[in-house]
């Protein structure tokens, strides 16, 4: 794994033996990563990456000129390889790390917010029974959303993108068994 744009490109990323963990591919990081530049710069965002993983999209947004990330994971050896990939990259003062569930992480996400893109690659089996959903729900609204932000969910092909309170679904891309769901803050 590694990344495929920016400042870093090419820099190899870490990740956790086993298959707990399910970092996004390279190539459909490439294809988010051109499908969001080509709406806007990533220079100066403020980003949020939940079930953050190895914390793949965050880096590459950094990468890419993004100036601070927040990244949520619960699992160990997942928060080791966050810990890894942004010291090998010179990137610990621009990340900030809450270990702990998404379903937990309200108050720490409010504290951090407003963030300008939010990433959301939650296991898809909790995107299908509604557990991913009902976090995002209560996670991201008026206070932890900066005006015109946008979300990227990642869930299975078989799912259709869930409605989300105050987010209005963009687009759906489809890639392999892979869907990335565009969303944009807009809570009227």
């Known amino acids: 794994m590694r990344i495929t744009g920016g400042e870093h490109r090419s820099r190899t990323l870490e990740a956790p033996r086993g298959s707990a963990t399910r970092p996004t591919s390279d190539r459909v990081r490439e294809a988010l990563f ?17 079930y953050a993983g190895t914390g793949a999209l965050a880096f590459e ?6 100036a601070h990330a927040t990244v949520v994971e619960s699992a160990r050896p997942a928060l080791q390889a966050i810990d890894a990939n942004a010291r090998a990259l010179g990137l610990v003062s621009r990340v900030r790390v809450v270990p ?12 951090t917010g407003p963030f300008d893109l939010v990433f959301a690659d939650p296991p898809y089996a909790l995107v299908t029974n509604g557990v991913a959903p009902r976090a995002l729900a209560e996670l991201l609204d008026g206070e932890s959303l900066a005006p015109g932000a946008s979300l990227v969910l990642e869930h299975a092909k078989a799912d259709t993108a869930p409605p989300l309170p105050g987010l209005r679904l963009d687009d759906t891309r489809r890639y392999g068994d892979t869907s990335l769901s565009f969303y944009v803050w807009d809570p009227l």
Not at 34 to 50: C, K, M, Q, T
Not at 100 to 111: L, N
């Open 34 to 50: 051109a499908i969001l530049g080509s709406a806007r710069e990533f220079v100066g965002l403020r980003v949020l990456d939940l």
């Open 61 to 66: 947004a950094l990468s890419r000129g993004a």
């Open 100 to 111: 702990t569930a998404v379903e937990r992480s309200v108050v720490a996400i409010r504290r």
